[in-house]
């Protein structure tokens, strides 16, 4: 399947004596992007529906937009795209679950009696296939959700109500991360937020912190679970104030030691979080990243080879921090081929790592110190057209994943075959 060919060892080869020119050791480069994992984000195939069939709307400033047809309707047929999705992107990786996947066997479970039980089928399916899983608490599309108010609501009985879910959740997390091996990232997203200018700002963000201390509140082996939150600027129906803002949570992450979740569509337009990762890691030991592609707002468009996507890439490895930045992909687009949109993302994730990791670092950084900057300038530039494409093809068809575009024939048969044929 890889279309692993002479021409494409032999421009491997021709790449690699370039790069080597630099003093780029390509081979040490492909090593460590292959022990990268890129977290897949479940929602993605199916439009963030979800199996709990409760009724409520998606809310909480979500929005999914298109109707391509072959979504997945159950847990099977999402674990079968997914499948399909990962044996097209080099390398292994992670799935990232939202707590509404849960499978309660047609029972009604309401979300603060969600158990490790009710994801059996997903820890089961991850084992088989060698994948690491993250996993979120769902405080939207919900009717307790429904006034875009949760963690921080002035209600006591409905605060409880998703405190509760939150601690619920921790213990999914924890036995994730003990029954694959691998610590579980459970990261917290709330869309508790004012349509219009409130009054009273403060008070939320105390109920918030004293929420989330509720939630907190149990100590779990970092080697089970790993605690994130995260923020947002502004969402549908929160547009003047959110309660967890980038500074209040910034604030709780140093204090209460949780790592923080920097998504690429949370914040103004005009701010990138490439520039963030290296001033919140000075005061955090780890960090997540949610990598997805704003439009002019929170969009979650597919993301692709930008060059915000390559400096998010680039400030990773450049700070030496790929064993302290955790991947993930968040973005959801229903007018395309679901599966193709999880390929495309993860690929150009990985293409980013990669130009990444064949960076001549040292070189720059000793010219940005002996104050060579007209040097570093057109070394950056030069950069740009060397023979990645070539390194990218020969890394794909040494993980036996197909080369170049070769891939989208098999996501067409996949939808013919397969997702043509759910109504």
């Known amino acids: 399947m890889s279309g692993r060919t002479k021409q494409v060892d032999q421009a491997f080869a021709l790449a690699k004596e370039r790069y080597a020119g630099l003093g780029v050791d390509v081979e040490r480069a492909l090593a460590r992007l292959a022990a990268i994992p890129i977290s897949l984000h479940c929602w993605q195939g199916d439009d963030v529906g979800g199996f709990e069939n409760i009724g409520a709307e998606l809310g909480g400033g979500l929005a999914v937009t ?10 099977d047929e999402l674990r079968g795209d997914l499948d399909r ?3 097209l992107i080099p390398g292994t990786h992670r799935i990232n679950l939202h707590a ?9 479970v309401e979300r603060d009696a969600l158990e490790p039980a009710h994801f059996a089928g997903w820890i089961d399916w991850a084992k088989n296939n060698r994948l690491g899983m993250d996993f979120n608490p769902t405080y939207f599309a919900h009717p307790k959700a429904a006034d875009g108010y949760t963690l921080a609501h002035p209600d006591p009985a409905i605060r409880r109500f998703w405190i509760d879910h939150g601690i619920a959740c921790r213990k999914i997390g924890a036995a994730i991360g003990e029954a694959l091996g691998t610590p579980c990232i459970t990261n917290v997203w709330i869309p508790d937020g004012s349509k219009d200018t409130p009054v009273d700002r403060k008070g939320p963000r105390l109920r918030l912190a004293e929420s989330l201390d509720a ?18 600027l502004f969402g549908i129906g929160s547009e003047s104030y959110v309660v967890g803002s980038h500074e209040f949570y910034l604030g709780y992450a140093i204090a209460r030691k949780k790592l923080l979740c920097l998504d690429a569509g949370h914040f103004h337009p005009t701010e990138v979080i490439s520039d963030k990762v290296s001033a919140v890691l000075t005061w955090l030991d780890e960090i997540l990243l949610h990598v997805s592609r704003g439009v002019r707002w929170d969009s979650d468009h597919v993301v692709t080879l930008t060059d915000e996507l390559q400096a998010i890439a680039q400030e990773v490895v450049r700070g030496d921090d790929l064993d302290r930045v955790h991947i993930g992909l968040d ?22 790592l990669l130009l990444a990791l064949l960076e001549p670092t040292e070189r720059l950084r000793r010219l940005e110190a002996e104050g060579d900057l007209t040097s570093r300038l057109a070394m950056l530039e030069e950069l740009k057209t060397l023979p990645l494409g070539a390194v990218w093809d020969y890394y794909c068809a040494k993980s036996d994943v197909p080369v170049g575009p070769a891939w989208i024939d098999e996501v067409k048969r996949y939808e013919k075959d397969v997702l043509s044929r759910r109504p």
């Open 85 to 87: 999705a990962l044996s």
């Open 100 to 108: 509404s996947y849960a499978e309660t066997g047609g029972k009604r």
């Open 66 to 75: 298109g109707s391509y047809p072959g979504k997945a309707r159950t847990p």
């Open 331 to 352: 973005f959801f687009d229903a007018s395309i081929n679901r599966v193709a949109a999880w390929v495309v993302g993860a690929r150009c994730m990985l293409k980013a």
């Open 215 to 232: 939630v907190f509140a149990e100590p779990i082996d970092p080697a089970r679970n790993r605690d994130a939150v995260e923020a947002k």
